[in-house]
């Protein structure tokens, strides 16, 4: 029976799509070229998450004949599954809408194509009913910040304004006066990148009112001081020239003053886009993870739910082959009745709810389905809130020797309860049944469950039969190798 765990939570999805669709009772004929079938043997196709929703909207298609041909090929950033002979489908549920699946129409009622984003690629949720878009918040478009961005007063950008400028400052002196004098249109640049000096030491407060202020002013000041320059540079060289100071001054505010606080502008403008895109990376990030986080939770989810399965239709199959074995038919067929009328529809209605988000023991409790009085004392919100993954175990194993100890014991109540000594946590699992008699614990219906929660914690399992009682234990270390992440000595 373990293969039907893996039917439906195959541990191969891990490490190709490919071998995990033909393993499907052989229903699947995949075509494939060289290059999709060697990035699915090394991973590389799709992500992990990805895989498995691709692979359990392929384990729902139903062959209109004796198989399914299925062609995968890539497409740019995309993986195309193209499946001819089907003759029902599923269609995509949300948790596979949010891994990146979208269906593409087609115009044969036998044919089914889905497109799933490759490995270390994204695409959005195509149904808009699903999601409800949330725009990102931009920064606040402050108008203190946009002239107070440090630095306010820059030598080098007065001085690339100077020299930009200059070409324009010298038509504009040779339209006025012949023969312009070099020395005076060089003093139009030296004298105001001497002052951007001494005013680079005045303070701006950024994102305020007189901040906003003080940086029009300097760069007014650094205007009009630079028409004056002109204008002493011309009117000692050349005494006639008086007449156009009022335009020099024009000039050297049009010249430093408008272009600078322009460019203190774009730099304010430059910063605030900048900070919308550092808060455009973090929202994408987020719900990356968030996404991440949630095919996660699917995943456990499917697990947990085919372990479920697994073990509820072993127990009752294991029961039926045993009546079938003493010739008890009538009980036999009773238990198929409840196998089908009871398990199975139970089953379905786990599936139906999809959710192993907060694990709670009354949701996962096998005692009363089966008519075992439980009397449980472990403090599990306290387990799950320091060992989330360890409770989860321990849940799987309260519920296996629940159902050891009433159908294989025949018990009619079970103890649980934990105790902590040393380095080690153990459960303990005390019932009234018969036991496995004196020759000890066999390979039974729980053993492989015990022994993989064992190895993956390190800890030891025991069965051991008292004068009236039947008593598991199941001893983990406290730190357990598998969740620890630096050395013992750390």
């Known amino acids: 029976m373990r293969p039907l765990a893996h039917l439906l939570h195959p541990a191969s999805v891990r490490v190709g799509l490919i071998p995990a669709t033909r393993s499907l009772a052989g229903n699947f ?67 596979q809408r949010v891994a990146g699946l979208a269906v593409r129409s087609l115009d044969s009622s036998a044919e089914r194509c889905i497109i799933a984003p490759r490995a270390g690629t994204f695409v959005g949720v195509e149904d808009d009913s699903l999601v409800v878009p949330q725009q990102i918040e931009r920064s606040r478009g402050d108008r203190w910040f946009l002239l107070t961005r ?41 004298v105001p990148a001497g002052l951007a000096m001494v005013l680079t030491r005045i303070h701006v407060p950024e994102g305020t009112r007189r901040g906003t202020w003080l940086s029009i002013g300097l760069w007014l000041a650094l205007g009009i001081v630079a028409g004056l320059a002109n204008i002493l540079g011309f009117w000692l060289l050349a005494p006639d020239t008086a007449p156009w100071v009022f335009i020099r001054i024009v000039g050297g505010l049009w010249r430093y003053t408008l272009i600078g606080l322009l460019i203190v502008a774009a730099q304010g403008l430059v910063a605030q886009t900048m900070a919308d895109a550092a808060r455009l990376r973090a929202g994408i990030e987020s719900a990356l993870a968030d996404r991440r986080g949630v095919l996660a939770g699917a995943d456990r989810t499917d697990r947990f739910l085919s372990e479920t399965l697994h073990r509820t239709v072993q127990g009752r199959l294991s029961a039926i082959s045993l009546l079938l074995r003493f010739e008890r038919r009538p009980e036999a067929i009773v238990e198929l009745g409840r196998l089908v009328s009871d398990t199975l529809p139970t089953i379905e209605a786990r599936l139906m709810e999809g959710s192993n988000a907060g694990i709670d023991s009354s949701e996962r409790r096998v005692s009363d389905e089966i008519g ?52 080690w946590l153990t459960l303990h699992c005390h019932d009234d ?10 390979s039974g219906l729980g053993s492989r469950l015990f022994d993989e929660v064992c190895a993956e914690s390190g800890g030891t399992w025991s069965l051991v039969r008292g004068d009236v009682l039947t008593e598991f234990a199941l001893c983990v270390p406290l730190v357990p190798p598998s969740r620890t992440t630096g050395s013992p000595e750390a």
């Open 29 to 95: 004929h995949i075509e494939a070229e060289s290059r999709v079938v060697e990035l699915d043997a090394q991973g590389a196709l799709l992500d992990d998450d990805v895989r498995l929703q691709v692979f359990r909207w392929i384990r729902y298609l139903m062959p209109a004949g004796d198989s399914i041909d299925m062609t995968i090929s890539i497409e740019g950033d995309s993986l195309r599954l193209h499946a001819h002979g089907v003759r029902q489908s599923r269609a995509l549920d949300p948790i």
């Open 150 to 190: 440090s630095p306010v007063m820059n030598v080098r950008l007065v001085l690339l304004v100077g020299l930009v400028t200059m070409p324009v400052a010298i038509a504009w002196a040779n339209s006025q006066f012949a023969g312009a004098p070099a020395v005076a249109i060089i003093l139009g640049v030296l």
């Open 372 to 423: 075992l009085g439980l009397n449980d004392s472990v403090d599990w919100a306290s387990l799950e809130r320091s060992d989330p993954e360890l409770a989860r175990q321990f849940h799987l194993v309260v519920e296996e020797c629940s159902v050891n100890a009433r159908r294989h014991g025949g018990a009619q109540w079970m103890r649980v309860f934990m105790t902590v000594s040393a380095d």
């Open 433 to 442: 049944g018969r036991g496995p008699g004196p020759q000890g614990p066999g």
